[in-house]
Each structure stands twice: as structure tokens, then as C-alpha cells.
């Protein structure tokens, strides 16, 4: 059975994102969705442009794997996270790699998602801020050339680390039945 991910035109335009299948991959996801990073994150994005990093008093909704379709027919790919105030004004959009990727690369696939229009279960929304997350560090010149082209960058850093270690060494969950 083939995965949503191969059906999309990104993957027929040839575009290849190899990190969605690593747990590291996951991981970032899912620290990117707990609320005191969606906090760190709205500020330190949409401070560059809005101006007002203040979080709506609607609060914001974080989804992970947010469709992108053209034309409501064609699915052009995911955003590995978004974040969507309730009330819809705008979303951050952002796209993680665990890998060193080509910039130029990432530049073109993210153009490319930003051609559509993204559904989460918040709903639809038609402005966004597209964001690189990585746990990596990119160049400054690697910077500068997707800030050019508007997009945000995010190095996760040590607090992410941390946040592997304290998972990779956590418990299972106690008390829960299986099927």
C-alpha cells in the first residue's frame, strides 16, 4: 500500500523529503506541537512580520501533516507542522529536516507548498509563514538565502536534544491495556 506522501505532485515534480520517515523526524514534530515551543515559536516568527507576536486570546491550534491542495482537486504535499490561530488569521507553516538538506532545495519545495492552500482540521487559511526547522545548524549564508525568499529559519538546538534524551529514556506507559 503506498503512503499519501508518494501520491502527491511534489513527489511526481521529483521532490524527495527521506527525513519524514525517521523517528528523529517525528520527534521534532512533536516537540514543535507542545505549547510552551507553539509560545516560543509564534513569537520568533511572526515577529518579522506582523509585528505583534502576541498570541490571540483565541489561542493557537497546532497540527501536524497539514494537506496542501491546488485547486481543492490536486494534493500537493504536507507541512510537516502548522500553526493556526483559531480565529484564522494567518499560519505558520513548517517544514522539518533532521538531515543536512540542499537549501536551494528546500527553498524550491517550499514554494512549491506554498502554491496551495492549506486544510487543518482549524481550517483553511490563505496567508502563511513558511518556516525551516532543523536540528542542524544552517550557514549564515544558507540564512540569508531563504530569508530572502521569506522564509523563516528555526535551529532547534539543545533544548530538542534534551527533549530526545528525556524520551529515548522514559518508561512505558503504565496500566494501559493493548487490543
Known amino acids: 500500500m503506498s503512503h499519501g506522501h508518494e ?13 519524514r520517515k525517521k523517528p528523529l523526524h517525528t520527534l521534532a514534530c512533536q ?6 515551543i ?32 491546488r485547486d481543492a482537486r490536486y494534493l500537493l ?8 490561530p483559531r480565529d484564522g488569521s494567518c ?16 527553498a ?3 514554494a512549491a507548498l506554498e502554491s496551495g492552500r492549506i ?7 490563505d496567508w502563511t509563514q513558511p518556516v525551516l526547522a532543523t536540528t542542524y545548524p544552517l550557514s549564515v549564508e544558507d540564512k540569508n538565502l531563504l530569508l530572502a525568499k521569506g522564509i523563516s529559519t528555526i535551529w532547534l ?7 530526545v534524551r528525556e524520551r529515548q529514556t522514559a518508561p512505558a506507559p503504565v496500566g494501559e491495556d493493548g487490543l
Not at 7 to 19: E, H, I, V, Y
Not at 31 to 36: I, N
Not at 119 to 125: D, E, M, P, V
Open 7 to 19: 501520491k502527491t505532485l511534489l513527489s511526481a515534480m521529483g521532490f524527495q523529503d527521506p527525513d
Open 31 to 36: 516537540y514543535l506541537m507542545r505549547p510552551e
Open 38 to 69: 507553539i509560545k516560543k515559536l509564534w513569537s520568533r516568527v511572526h515577529v518579522r512580520r506582523l509585528k505583534d507576536p502576541v498570541i490571540p486570546a483565541s489561542g493557537i491550534h497546532a497540527e501536524a501533516e497539514a494537506r496542501v491542495t
Open 77 to 84: 504535499g504536507f507541512w510537516d507542522v502548522v500553526l493556526f
Open 91 to 106: 499560519c505558520a507553516a513548517i517544514e522539518v529536516k533532521t538531515t543536512p538538506t540542499d537549501v536551494a532545495e528546500i
Open 108 to 110: 524550491r519545495q517550499i
Open 119 to 125: 486544510y487543518t482540521l482549524a481550517g483553511t487559511s
Open 157 to 163: 538546538g539543545e533544548p530538542f536534544q534534551a527533549y
